[in-house]
């Protein structure tokens, strides 16, 4: 009995958790379309609802009734599992995220290498689609999102191996209390913008949305899906990228610390301050996806393996010789 | 515990079933996907024995990295016709005996090593250094790596980084004749070099290519 209730205990707070997350995906798809909208002087969505809040649940109704078409000369299971895999893991890296000192569903020592084990575990769900497709175009955009994905993770890792030099811990809430006096977009901030741009690529965000170029690939590794599965794999971009958000606001914008540690910001609960955080990348995020061209392939991979990655390693020595001079350096 | 040991065999199971169907496969990409799945089960026993750290490289190394660029060489390859060839022609045999040397090899290599473990702690002086210090496992094996054994870590980075050049200069090869972009070129261009405004006489037109 015991071990039920623990189990019933836990299912409970991985619902409160997930479900929330589920319609701000839904929201955030809506709040894309519309400043991509904005900026270009048209509406966007506005006719469902108000403001055309509820476009992405008629969207994911309409999506539901639609017929689920698996091609016959595609691998079935391996087709079928692709977007269960990319949502399940855009899903479950949120347990570690803390939106408070104590509002965590899982506190493990090594949060931030599970966060970025999952993120590099999202290619797999592009690569099985654009395999198990057994088409031209899929094939070619997963290729090209392997490559993608695994130059740009590499800088990923070498500007969080920065951000753990400063805080001397693999855990969240460690590295979010380590910022009490100073955010690490202040120290750091070369770094915070070559995250921002990674992310971009991570994501498959314009500039990058090579994998699903649609004026060369139809819709890249997605071509072939269709109803309820292209809905999966739509859903688990847009997780990830609210994940990738979450990822740099806790990594250089103080997680769940309010700016000011005075009197009518502390009134505001943590979460609501990680929540405003995410929402303003999120924004540079959309704002990025109407104001820029798409990379050109080679530019892309130019960018990952000569500039980013030589850079960031440069800024590891930097930042690992300050704290060594002035003895700041983090040991317990 | 039941639940621990109900944990342990479910992983266990999936690691050495997906370990067997990873060469009883036909389908060479199915082969990858199964050792992707017994990676990620041998990742989850190491969490279990509280190897976190290691739980974690090995899902980042192994399965963000090594296993993505695996399937992206067996399916740009397309190896799948390839093995099926080696088995149905007659010389398969032939294959078969150097299979047999390095499997017992590594088997007795193995055997060596659990042995020594289990009968003679003594000779692994690890278990000395680690100890009960309280400490998260991220933290004291840095501490080892990073101090007794500074030397090893360091020569293993460098012999990585040689293979890696290594590869590089063997798989390189200049080309003539490739058009190439030189960024700071496009970037300095000038509007006075770039355009050019002609008088143009009526019904003259302009000749553009001398």
Redesign the interface.
């Given at each position: 009995m015991e071990y039920l209730s623990i189990v019933f205990e836990e299912i409970y707070k991985i619902l409160f958790l997930l479900v929330p997350v589920l319609v701000s995906v839904a929201m955030i798809v809506w709040l894309d379309r519309r400043v991509w909208a904005f900026v270009q002087k048209r509406q966007g969505p506005n006719v469902v609802g108000p403001f055309g809040l509820l476009q992405s649940l008629a969207d994911a109704l309409k999506y539901i009734f639609k017929e689920m078409i698996i091609p016959s000369s595609s691998n079935k299971v391996i087709f079928i599992l692709a977007p269960i895999v990319t949502m399940t893991l855009a899903l479950i890296a949120w347990a570690v995220i803390p939106f408070g000192a104590t509002k965590v569903l899982a506190d493990i020592n090594v949060g931030i290498l599970y966060l970025f084990a999952v993120s590099s575990l999202g290619v797999y769900g592009i690569i099985m689609g654009g395999w198990a497709s057994n088409s031209k175009y899929p094939f070619l955009g997963a290729i090209r999102s392997a490559a993608q994905m695994v130059s740009y993770e590499v800088s990923i890792g070498v500007i969080i191996i920065n951000v753990l030099l400063c805080v001397g811990s693999l855990n969240l809430n460690d590295i979010v209390i380590a910022q009490q006096s100073m955010w690490f977009v202040v120290p750091l901030f070369p770094m915070f913008v070559i995250f921002f741009i990674s992310a971009l690529a991570e994501t498959n965000r314009p500039p990058f949305d090579l994998p699903e170029a649609e004026a060369e690939l139809v819709a890249g590794y997605q071509t072939e899906y269709s109803g309820m599965m292209y809905a999966m794999f739509w859903l688990g971009e847009y997780a990830n990228i609210l994940l990738m958000c979450a990822m740099g606001a806790i990594l250089f914008l103080g997680g769940w610390l309010s700016p000011l540690e005075i009197f009518p910001f502390t009134l505001i609960p943590g979460a609501i301050w990680l929540i405003l955080k995410i929402l303003l990348l999120f924004f540079l995020f959309a704002l990025v996806k109407a104001i820029v061209p798409r990379y050109r392939y080679d530019q892309l991979m130019r960018l990952g393996w000569k500039v980013f990655l030589p850079f960031s390693l440069i800024w590891v020595v930097l930042t690992a010789s300050y704290l060594f001079y002035f003895n700041l350096l983090p040991v317990n | 515990m039941i639940?621990h040991s109900i944990f342990f065999y479910t992983f266990s199971i999936i690691a050495v079933v997906s370990a067997i169907m990873v060469t009883a496969s036909k389908n060479t990409?199915h082969s990858v996907?199964f050792l992707?799945l017994d990676f990620i089960s041998i990742s989850c026993l190491f969490i279990m024995i509280g190897a976190?750290?290691l739980g974690?490289?090995m899902?980042?190394v192994y399965?963000?990295?090594v296993a993505?660029?695996f399937?992206?060489v067996v399916?740009?390859l397309n190896v799948a016709q390839q093995k099926n060839q080696w088995f149905a022609a007659k010389d398969s045999s032939k294959h078969i005996p150097v299979g047999l040397i390095i499997s017992t090899l590594i088997f007795v290599e193995i055997i060596i090593v659990i042995g020594g473990w289990k009968y003679k702690p003594e000779i692994f002086d690890i278990n000395n250094s680690i100890g009960q210090t309280g400490l998260?496992?991220?933290?004291s094996l840095g501490q080892i790596l990073y101090t007794d054994y500074i030397h090893i870590f360091q020569i293993s980075g460098m012999i990585l980084l040689v293979a890696m050049i290594g590869a590089i200069v063997l798989t390189f090869r200049q080309r003539a004749g490739v058009k190439k972009q030189s960024y700071i070129k496009q970037i300095s261009r000038e509007r006075a070099e770039g355009v050019e405004v002609l008088e143009i006489e009526t019904n003259k037109g302009v000749r553009i290519d001398d």
């Open positions: - | 639940a990409v996907f992707i976190e750290f974690m490289i899902l980042i399965v963000g990295a993505v660029l399937l992206f399916m740009m998260s496992n991220t933290h």
